[in-house]
C-alpha cells in the first residue's frame, strides 16, 4: 500500500511547494524586486530538474525518481523565498 501511495503523495508535495514558489515569485515580480538572478535560477533549476528526471526515466528508476528532482528544487525555494 505504500508503494501505491508514494507518487501521489509526492505529486501532492511538489503542488504545493510549487504554489508557494510561484505566488513568492509573482509577488517580487509584481513588486519590482525579482533580480535578474532569480530569472536565472527559474531557468537553471527546471534545466538541471529536467535533466535529472530524464536520465531517472531511461535508467528505468521509477515515476518517483522523475518527481523528486522537481520536488527538491521547488522545496527549497518555498522555503528560500518563505524567509525573505
Known amino acids: ?3 501505491a501511495l ?5 505529486m501532492t508535495r511538489l503542488f504545493v ?4 514558489t510561484i505566488f513568492h515569485r509573482s509577488c517580487m515580480m509584481f513588486a519590482g524586486r525579482c533580480s535578474v538572478a532569480e530569472y536565472q535560477l ?16 531511461v535508467t528505468g528508476e521509477g515515476p518517483d525518481a522523475a ?18
Open 17 to 20: 511547494a510549487s504554489w508557494e
Open 42 to 57: 527559474m531557468m537553471t533549476e527546471k534545466l538541471a530538474a529536467m535533466q535529472q528526471a530524464a536520465i531517472a526515466t
Open 67 to 84: 518527481i523528486r528532482p522537481f520536488l527538491k528544487a521547488a522545496a527549497l525555494n518555498a522555503k528560500r523565498l518563505r524567509s525573505s
Open 6 to 10: 508514494e507518487v501521489p503523495v509526492l
Open 1 to 3: 500500500m505504500r508503494d
